[in-house]
């Protein structure tokens, strides 16, 4: 039903500063949580930050105190601002409605192409 595009990915220097935005389509999702999530080359896909229906927001903490996660509900939009970018932080950056599960949170099967974020030294 919902589709989500990623988009706002780029080249910046170590210390740079991006914004991430997931457009949700053909739903609201207003009363989803939403999370933003990585992979890296080589590696697994990570939790970056999550942000839930009213506003709490939770985030790794290799993000927190650099990322914001945030939402717009009018525009059916996530956003993810990013600052102090590190190398570490290269990966390929998706977004994703997530569920609440007994053992963390599950995402859903919206999987998009995902944004690419690259942190030069």
């Known amino acids: 039903q919902v589709q989500l595009v990623e988009s706002g990915g780029g080249l910046v220097h170590a210390g740079g500063s991006l914004r991430l935005s997931c457009a949700a389509s053909g739903s609201s999702i207003s009363g989803n949580a939403m999370s933003w999530y990585r992979q890296a080359p080589g590696k697994e896909r990570e939790l970056v930050a999550t942000?839930?229906?009213?506003?709490?927001?939770v985030y790794a903490d290799s993000m927190k105190g650099r990322f914001t996660i945030s939402r717009d509900n009018a525009k059916n939009t996530v956003y993810l601002q990013m600052d102090s970018l590190k190398p570490e932080d290269t990966a390929i950056y998706y977004c994703?409605?997530?569920?609440?599960?007994?053992?963390?949170?599950?995402?859903?099967?919206?999987w998009g192409q995902g944004t690419q974020v690259t942190v030069s030294s």
């Open positions: 942000i839930t229906s009213g506003g709490s927001t």
């Open positions: 994703n409605a997530v569920l609440f599960g007994p053992y963390g949170l599950v995402p859903k099967n919206l």
